[in-house]
């Protein structure tokens, strides 16, 4: 209701406008004075106005740039209105934002220098002083933070400071626009690049420097982050609903052609609907996904382009390894699975059958693992061995909004049911969901997490000591294999110990990926140099452009 209502007072504005525009134009007549040109003019500004508006099916939960709650929704807001050292393209190139540049001699100690005409949106400097800001407080142990920074030299296996601790001993500060990072241990330079250099946002330290680290994430700052160093600015944030943002006319990059970008939030057939209409200009990846089933439907709007992007980060169960500790039962339910009838019938073939996270075009892909098959028979005979209860009855949690994947999701429990599992369903919006399975409440959820450059990254979750983790999982192997994937920094190296990793998690099933679809790009032909992409979408927003009828 509340976008609706939003609506309206934008047409009351406007009518608004036109009222006080006409008045004046009057008023000047009966004085037999010339109009004043000034309301004219801002009628004129109005219709110029470029706004674009994305569509996404699931909401931000947050817009804290250090504490993303690894939320892809919310990705996009604050990757408008936060720049990180680098970005990336729609190729995993990483490109220079804030850093100038980024050396290392001995993969060890990175040097980084800053961009000197970066500035906060403010007129601020960005200089080392925010970065050594950031890093202190987001590292603070009362602190909470998405930043996987172990790897420095001074953080505990958190990636955290030690109690008491203020200073981070892998941090040298060499002047306003240099400083260096330095490694436990040699590192490839991948995971520098994509941990801190792409993933780390920063905070504003002339406006939050008086801030008491516990009481961080309550501070108004992140209902309303008004000064940031991004392309845009913030406008406004209405949460489940939309979220607002302007041109940064002080970005260094250049200003925005595009004076605001609306994102907003609505139901999968709603998306395909407003696509059509011109409402909306163009969907999002991961979280804006337009259903493949209604692939003929969209090709036939004259007003967009469509296009499909290859095979994505899969659709993924997570299983509560506390509460489901046999693997024998996850191979159950792998082998219960009709994935082929879900990519075939349902996805129209255009999808790929993977069991692992790393979509089949990464390079570390381990393609010498066949996915578990079909069949329901080996699915009862493992059960009957593991000796399952048929009066339990299993916590299925499924987010709404992807209409596919709910749609999948209802597959699966017919295909649990088929052999004798016991499904209680709980769908919820997203942002309730990711609250429910990080407090345990669910035996088995399905989500789609983000894609990553570096490989380290898909497997942050199966480590035994991670907080954050929905799996619970606990296996000395992998946390050894995982620890020898951070550290290795030759290539051909890093592949068998990926390989293996995967090999070992396919083995113990701890997640399963379901399918790997082929997702729709969808784009206004009004929009110009942006379009929807699985990596890099935002990366030069500054230069999009739309045309005004």
């Known amino acids: ?67 993303t709650q690894d939320n892809s929704a919310s990705l996009a807001p604050i990757g408008l209105l936060n720049d990180a050292l680098l970005d990336v393209t729609d190729s995993a190139e990483f490109v220079p934002k804030l850093a100038e540049s980024i050396e290392t001699t001995d993969k060890q100690t990175f040097t980084v220098k800053l961009r000197p005409d970066a500035k906060w949106n403010d007129g601020t400097p960005f200089t080392t002083a925010d ?35 203020t200073e981070i001993a892998g941090l040298r500060i060499i002047d306003p626009h240099t400083f260096e990072i330095k490694a436990k241990t040699p590192i490839d330079p991948l ?47 209405e949460q489940g609903q939309y979220v607002e943002v302007t041109k940064n006319d002080q970005y260094y990059l250049g200003a925005p052609k595009i004076d605001t970008i609306f994102i907003k939030v609505l139901p999968a057939a709603n998306l395909v609907a407003q696509l059509q209409t011109g ?9 804006g996904l337009v259903p493949i089933t209604d692939y003929d439907k969209v090709k036939s709007f004259d007003n967009v382009n469509v296009t499909s992007a290859a095979a994505s980060e ?16 996850r191979q159950a339910i792998a082998y219960a699975l009709n994935r082929p009838l879900i990519v075939e019938q349902l996805l129209k073939g255009q999808a790929e059958i993977i069991d692992g996270g790393i979509p089949s075009g990464h390079p570390y892909f381990n393609k010498d693992i066949a996915p578990y098959s079909y069949d329901p028979e080996k699915a009862k005979q493992l059960l009957q061995e593991a000796g399952w209860d048929p009066n339990r009855k299993l916590a ?43 407090k345990g409440e669910h035996d088995i959820t399905i989500f789609t997490r983000d894609y990553y450059i570096e490989p380290s990254l898909y497997f942050t979750t ?9 799996i619970r999982y606990n296996n000395p192997v992998v946390d050894e294999l995982i620890a020898q994937g951070e550290q290795e920094i030759d290539e051909a190296k890093r592949h068998e ?17 379901v399918y790997s679809e082929k997702r729709l790009q969808v784009v206004s032909k009004e929009v110009l140099g942006g379009r929807p992409l699985n990596l890099g979408t935002f990366n030069n927003v500054n230069e999009w452009d739309l045309t005004v009828k």
């Open 497 to 513: 110990i990926y390989d293996r990793l995967q090999e070992v998690l396919h083995e113990d099933v701890p997640t399963l990926a």
């Open 462 to 470: 199966y480590k035994s000591d991670d907080p954050e983790s929905v």
């Open 1 to 67: 209701m509340k976008r609706y209502k939003r609506m309206g007072l934008l047409i009351a504005s406007a009518i608004a406008t036109l009222l006080i525009a006409a008045c004046s134009q009057s008023n000047d007549a009966n004085e037999g004075a010339p109009a004043e040109p000034k309301p004219q003019a801002t009628t004129e500004e109005a219709q110029a106005e470029k706004k674009l508006t994305i569509g996404i099916v699931n909401a931000p939960v947050t817009l804290n740039q250090i504490n």
């Open 131 to 165: 970065v050594a800001f950031t890093l202190k407080l987001a590292l603070h142990p009362k602190v909470e933070t998405s930043f996987k920074l172990s790897f420095i030299e001074g953080l505990n296996d958190f990636g955290k400071l030690e109690e008491g601790v």
């Open 396 to 438: 299925f949690l499924i987010p709404v909004g992807n209409k596919v994947r709910e749609q999948a999701a209802d597959i699966l429990v017919q295909n649990l049911e088929a052999v004798g599992l016991k499904i209680d369903v709980q769908k919820y919006d997203f942002p309730t969901l990711i609250d429910k399975v990080e």
């Open 279 to 287: 409402e909306v200009h163009m969907n999002s990846l991961p979280v």
């Open 191 to 237: 995971v520098f690049n994509e941990r801190f250099g792409a993933k780390v946002y920063y905070l504003p330290e002339h406006l939050l420097k008086d801030v008491n680290p516990e009481q961080l994430s309550t501070h108004p700052y992140f209902q309303k982050p008004e000064v940031t160093n991004g392309p845009y600015r913030f406008a406004a944030y």
């Open 314 to 329: 899969p659709a993924e169960l997570f299983f509560n390894i506390e509460k489901l500790p046999d693997k024998k039962v």
